[in-house]
């Protein structure tokens, strides 16, 4: 039996390579030329010399030492994957983290500004130490310094007129859309909006196909939503688009393959989608969407099978987060790089469970993210600060989280939709107010 920290074998490390780009046993053989069962015998040879116990953690920490690099149709294996030195450990995050945002006044001579600007410092200083915030707790809007009175950051809206559980949830123009989804009667084609303003929902044109665990972004003023789970439980290779404007729903190209369980995004007027279950399997491939071609390619491929993953675009990179795989529960970032067609491996987050993952970000700052962990243990909210990369978990909702509710970020607040308790789906519609803004106003001069 081969011993932890024995080199590997040109043969083991070939094995490996295919591995960790996402190649089934099968297609390893095939590629290699080898039988199935020498597949397996290799893998358990390299389990143990890297002391591993899966795929994944042996495609993770190959993808750490440089020996893999993951390939896109358009590179080849000329890509590096490229490899970020491990930050530090998570640590709290610094407080303050209040934004201030001063009410403009004309300019004032250098030595005064000064004096008020310290002033500010002062003001503010005293409101975080009075009031007793909490970590990345921001002040509401106010025109006094002294007219602040913290509200309850969790709240309770209007009901989600059909109740359902593993819905699409997509903000758009101060408002919700609560899409698809399982509810009482099965898999739902429900299509309802919130206005956030009002507080109200109103339903509208249902999705021509029912579907569950699919994911929706918008795209030129439209809804699209690929795929997802039909009445059976089995993947659909359907694209649906929802036309706001017109309340009327229209198809679009069709996926590759059929798909549910992927992690979906869109930027600079593209749709990206990763990985997902097909059906018999966790897929690897990333998919690109153009709305002008109306046609889906294959444009890459994560190092290694993934689904039910959140995926958010920040500045000019896309990041994906937790997600589940045959292995379990990956606790662990990538960075993809639309422009360049390259991931960028980020070490595993140490200290953090997520498993099932949803995701957003506010202010291009702040990432929340609702991970449901699954063993028993319930979904929580957590905060991610992209500038120093340190976790926090959010004051928990007195109502409680559940599996298979939906996450949406809006301005500065936080949604979180439906679900299901004890096999039922819950009509529970919450909001979290993230972040605040206090309006300082300046002495007149």
Do not use: C
Not at 206 to 219: D, F, H, I, M, W
Not at 282 to 290: G, M, N, P, T, V
Request: proline share 10%; glycine share 10%; aromatic share 8%.
């Amino acid at each position: 039996m081969p011993e932890p920290g024995e080199a590997l074998s040109e043969r083991e490390m070939e094995v490996l390579r295919l591995a960790a780009r996402g190649l089934t046993n099968d297609q390893i053989a095939a590629q290699l030329v080898i039988s199935t069962n020498t597949v397996k015998a290799h893998l358990r040879n390299i389990f143990a010399k890297l002391a591993v116990a899966s795929r994944t953690e042996a495609a993770l920490l190959a993808i750490q030492r440089g020996w893999v690099t993951v390939e896109t149709p358009a590179t080849a294996a000329s890509e590096p994957v490229a490899i970020e030195e491990p930050s530090p450990a998570a640590a709290p995050l610094p407080a303050p983290t209040a934004e201030v945002v001063p009410t403009p006044q004309p300019a004032l001579p250098w030595p005064r500004w000064l004096i008020l600007a310290a002033m500010l410092v002062l003001i503010v200083a005293l409101i975080l130490s009075m009031f007793g915030l909490p970590q990345g707790l921001f002040l509401r809007q106010t025109n006094s310094p002294l007219d602040i009175s913290p509200e309850p950051r969790w709240a309770t809206l209007a009901d989600l007129p059909t109740a359902r559980s593993d819905l699409v949830l997509v903000p758009f123009a101060d408002s919700l859309y609560a899409i698809g989804g399982v509810g009482a009667e099965g898999v739902s084609p429900a299509t309802e909006r919130f206005d956030s303003l009002g507080g109200t929902w109103v339903g509208l044109a249902p999705k021509p196909t029912a579907v569950s665990e699919a994911r929706g972004a918008v795209l030129g003023g439209h809804i699209y939503i690929p795929g997802g789970r039909d009445a059976q439980g089995q993947p659909l290779p359907t694209t649906e688009v929802y036309l706001v404007e017109r309340d009327q729903w229209a198809s679009a190209a069709a996926l590759p393959r059929p798909l549910s369980g992927y992690a979906l995004t869109s930027f600079e007027g593209k749709l990206y989608l990763f990985g997902g279950w097909d059906g018999l399997q966790y897929r690897a491939e990333i998919l690109r969407y153009d709305p002008g071609l109306d046609r889906w390619e294959e444009i890459g491929r994560l190092p290694f099978p993934w689904g039910y993953a959140g995926a958010v675009a920040i500045g000019s990179r896309i990041l994906l987060i937790g997600g589940i795989n045959a292995d379990g529960p990956l606790n662990v970032t990538l960075d993809y790089s639309p422009a360049l067609v390259t991931v960028q491996y980020t070490q595993p987050l140490s200290g953090v469970s997520l498993g099932r993952a949803q995701a957003t970000v506010l202010l291009d700052r702040y990432l929340y993210i609702l991970a449901d962990p699954g063993n028993g243990q319930p979904p929580r909210i957590l905060q991610w600060e992209l500038r120093t990369r340190n976790w926090q978990e959010i004051e928990p909702s007195p109502a409680g989280l559940y599996p298979g509710t939906a996450l949406a970020g809006m301005g500065t607040e936080i949604f979180v939709v439906g679900g299901r308790r004890e096999g039922a789906a819950l009509p529970l519609v919450q909001r979290f107010q993230a972040i605040y803004i206090v309006t300082l106003p300046t002495p007149a001069p």
